[in-house]
């Protein structure tokens, strides 16, 4: 047997591959790129994806270890799974190892076989066409039921009253048989007809069902409550009717079981789901039903866009702009220019659909680089809700709202609507403070305070999660004078049940909605239409149908106005206008209120009269002036670590490395711009000093190549054992 080595990527973040020797026995043509192998790492057993094999290796012989097993004897990854994941490692400047992770589930990361998706408990019809005498009318009806439905799981009959005896005796008659399947989603017993399409929503269809078998990019700019699902679903059906597979992403786990309950009301194709909601095996089993082709769509969360479709005819991103499709730790990557990079590659279009396009997204539409579909006008014969900014600004409120507010709650109330309160920030209040000395509650890890939460009382910090009990009395003066100052909403709440005390209030955050099964069960009982107050955080505010939701009171919109990220104004209008849109979505037309101390705020202004889109264009032109993304290519260099030197020292150093660099090999018609190192907005997190580097340039290759230079050499620097760091590329804020 020649001798040859296997080329592997481990889920360690080194920036290459390793060579192994392979199993004992085994040939050079066992091992196919996309295998899984086990390896011994140091003191780890790691679960590797097989690169490639090669006759030759720099390493000496006899430092090489063997594999210690091969656990698939074909490839679980295909070769465009394998140059999509090099693509990302590239572009994001990571581990190769590492970001195959995510193409897998994790049963299939800790070595478990494929079908252990499958379920047992299952029994088969073993021989339809034979002839059968059976003696006893329960056998005859337990046999007629394998004669119409072939599988049946073993809970399925006995709950239908057939006991385990009479299934044993049709098995020693050799009729029926154990068996294992992968359970697929079941299709609805009856489908519902298509909406009929206004013009908009019709053009909208036609431009992009045109562009079905090739890639495109596309944003569709609707307004809230426009029909853009609608959209996606008659695009989905021509998909499906070519034979192909959709994958639609959404930006919460929340917005899922609603998601999938219309679609399942639409299709006869079995629909898989997958969030981080479900464990581990649910996951695997949606994996492999998309993988295997079984499944025909495929709704689910940012993690999703790397499931194997072979199929693959049309990406949908529902609310593009959202934050959550752009992961945070680890791994930095964007859901949504993967999902473009994916589509292009496997030649199908791509829509991006959104009320509030981010910048970027818009950026590209405007300039012809992706095609631009608008729907200006709510479908049916619901309207736009009328907005209304209130000042409170020397006005006296009642237990944080303005009078003409609880006139206008009351009377939506009486005629029998639903009410919307949106206030960004769960708990009872957002400070404890001691009336006689000052002493506020403050997170000892944290450049933060803590929350003061009723139910159960404790003090927790959001950042670090850090939680401890409320004290009696002042810590600093022992004073009983501590009160909580501010509002949270449990708080608002409680005021809300003084105000409103014959109207049901129904909190929706974190806190009150922490399984799939309470979320389903809180926006059932929404949707009967009872009157109620829904108070609740951002997680009312994402793409969810209240028809019955008639008035919108936002009560904290000042947050993003004065933000030190240049972001900040983007994402707070997108969540103003997010929150909005569940007003109205029906036949009865829908009012919003927002209390702002900064009624003259131009910005705010522009937003409330002339919408979204014209201040997006004003923010644009500040971009430009200021030659910031989507202007330029931005990505930022973070650093942390207990000692605060440490951190601001190595980013210096970093600084400098580059800097080196770009006097070497720069190019002058792409000069880069390096801002800092300076601490984070909040400089100490979780016990750590945060400092950054901003980097920017107007030419994104250039960009790259001089962070591809940086991280290398940034991984040899000695001195800096006890200082984490990471790049985020396309980085969504820099707090």
Known sequence: MSFF???????????????????????????????????????????????????????????????????D?????????????????????????????????????????????????????????RPVDLKGSKQTALWQLFAQQPYIAHKQLTGRGYSLAQCRRLAELELIQEDTRLPL???????????????????????????????????????????????????????????????????????????????????NVPVALLHSGLNDRERLQGWRQAREGHARILIGTRSAVFTPLPDLGLIIL??????????????????????????????????????????????????????HLKLTRRAGKARPPGMKLHSILHQPLTHGF????????????????????????????????????????????CDARLTLHQYPPHLHCHHCDHQQPVPRSCPEC?????????QGTERIEEHLGTLFPSTKIKRVDRDTVRTKQAFDELFDEIHTGDPCILVGTQMLAKGHHFPDVTLVVILDSDAGLFSADFRGMEHSAQLIKQVAGRAGRAEDPGDVWIQTLYADHPQLNLLIDDGYHALALSMLRERLDQQLPPYSYMAMLRSESEDKAQ?????????????QWLRQYGKKDAPLTLLGPFPAIMERRNGRFRYQLQIFCPHRQALHQALDAAVKQLEGIKGFSKVRWHLDVDPLDTL
Request: charged share 20%; proline share 6%; net charge neutral.
């Open 478 to 486: 022992h004073s009983p004078g501590i009160e909580a100052i501010g």
């Open 185 to 267: 989603p079941e299709l609805p017993s009856s489908v519902r007809a298509p909406l009929p399409l206004n013009s908009e929503q019709q053009t909208a269809l036609d431009k992009i069902s045109a562009c079905l078998g090739r890639f495109q990019a596309a944003l569709l700019e609707g307004v809230t409550g426009s029909g853009k699902t609608e959209v996606y679903l008659q695009l989905i059906d021509q998909v499906i009717e070519r034979g192909q597979q959709a994958l639609v992403l959404v930006p919460e786990i929340g917005l899922t079981p609603q998601t999938v309950r219309r679609f399942q009301e639409r299709f």
């Open 73 to 129: 004897d074909q490839p679980l990854l295909s070769a465009h799974d394998l140059r999509l994941a090099r693509w990302m490692a590239d572009y994001y400047h990571h581990s190769l190892g590492d970001v195959l992770e995510h193409w897998i589930p994790t049963m299939l990361r800790r070595g478990a076989a494929l079908s252990e998706a499958d379920e047992p408990g299952w029994l088969r019809l073993a021989d339809p066409g």
């Open 318 to 371: 529902d609310e593009e702009h959202d934050g959550s499709f752009k992961q945070q730790d680890g791994l930095r990557y964007s859901a949504r220019d993967f999902a473009l990079v994916r589509a292009h590659q496997a030649g199908v279009p791509v829509l991006l659909g959104s009320a509030t396009p981010c910048l970027e997204t818009l950026h590209n539409a405007l300039t012809g680089k992706y095609l």
């Open 647 to 659: 951190a601001q020292r190595f980013l210096e150093q970093a600084r400098h490395l580059m800097q």
């Open 402 to 445: 303005a009078e003409p507010v609880l006139s206008a709650m009351h009377q939506h109330l009486s005629r029998g609507k639903q009410v919307l309160v949106f206030l960004n920030r769960r708990g009872f209040a957002p400070l404890l403070a001691c009336k006689q000395c000052g002493w506020m509650a403050e997170c000892r890890r």
């Open 5 to 71: 080595v296997v080329d592997i990527a481990l889920p360690v973040p080194l920036l290459r591959t390793f060579d192994y020797l392979p199993v004992d026995g085994d040939s050079q043509e066992n091992y196919q790129p996309g295998q899984r192998v086990r390896a011994d790492f140091g003191r780890q057993l790691l679960t590797g994806i097989v690169i490639g094999t090669r006759n030759t290796t720099d390493v000496p012989r006899d430092k090489l270890k063997p594999l210690l097993a091969r656990l």
